[in-house]
């Protein structure tokens, strides 16, 4: 029996090209056979249709048919963001070139943790990096996994360059940072306030006087987009309170970072150059497959301390001679280049392409609210910062709420998320695909009000 082949060197493409085809195909009668943003019957059902599917996972024999019959599987299965009404997260539809591109990743696998497994993936990111930090208005950034991993190295790194600090973030903080507080050692977080949905100016000018301790003790977390809602704390206030009471700055905008690519948007996110550390996410406003995460830093040097050195990856010598050494660039040791799809991106749609992403998904956003508005049998909690919408079935109770968009997820006609905010339940739809139309939203609201009990 011959060796499987291999998706790189000389015989690679054309091991690939049929394979390729196989999982398009399956891709496509998957969708067909799912009919909509959602599998149908719920949790049990779509495990037992997945194990009839799969069937022995590990046979004697191998099956030629397993591509085929697992990617299908997964595609009848999934939850399709590219759907108009899978609407309910931050889980945006990938481009069709930044997924291309991570295939080119895929089939060579190079490994950021030396030089020689990965020479142009490692200038790349470099390049990458430090242009994609400069949007920020800071001077460079690392790649991560997403906003977790970004909101607990902007931790780490506060904590190393002033030898312990304390977190101060809103109630409106995403749940990464009190957790990675926990995770590091860190003393108990204060929080904030955030009645309205973001972050309560006097509260926070209380706790940092009332937490008074040296310079750099205290780091407070600010949100550009937060996770219920997609609010926007008031940065440049924030940016004014740190640096009166000399605290850090960490702005996590994860959500709304992607904000900085629209003409008409990114004004939203000034104050964003005053942070110490921001945190970005592309692969939400930014079409990017999972994952596409970065930590952008103002000062490089408090990147020193992931400095790591292991002879047979960074070798005195090896770095003597001009090898970059890449252990203090992650906290992970293998990784993959996930730059590759973000340069792609860029470089293919440039700016003005990107910004219109972000400006039609924004629209998209204000036609959808305007609807919730105008229909008698729903309201509307506020007009959108960027392309979230909170709404709910008016009169309804908070369990009838919750009902609806469960309902919608058995059935599979709808993907809505939920949120609580001021002491309610509301539905929430996240819209991030820009090529979803008016009515497509005009039957998003359709499929709720007919799911409303009267």
Known sequence: MSAPPLASGPEGPAALRPLLDTVLDALDSGRRARGGPLPTGGPAAVAARLREAVGEVLPDHGDPEALRTLVHALAEGAADPADPLCAAHLHCPPLAVATAADLAVSALNP??????????????????????????????????????????????????????????CGANAHHSLPRAAWLLGLPEPVTVPAPTGTLDLGALHSALSDLAGPRGSLLVAATAGTTDAGLIDPLPEIAGLCAAHGARLHIDAAHGGGLLFSERHRDKLTGLEAAHTVTLDLHKLGWQPVPAGLLAVRHPRDLAVLKQHTDYLNADDDTAAGLPDLLGRSLRTTRRPDILKIAVTLKTLGRSGLGALVDQVCARAREFADLVRAHPGFELHDRPTISTVLFRPTGASDDAVAAVRRGLLTDGRAVLGRARLADRLWLKATLLNPDTRPDDLAALLKLVEGSTPL
């Open 111 to 168: 490994s950021l943790d030396s030089w020689d497994q990965a020479p142009a993936a490692s200038a790349l990111e470099a390049l990458l990096t430090r242009e994609l930090a400069h949007e920020t208005g800071l001077a460079d950034a690392v790649v991560t996994t997403g906003g977790t991993e970004s909101n607990q190295l902007a931790l780490l790194l506060a904590r190393e360059a002033h030898d312990g600090v304390r977190l101060v």
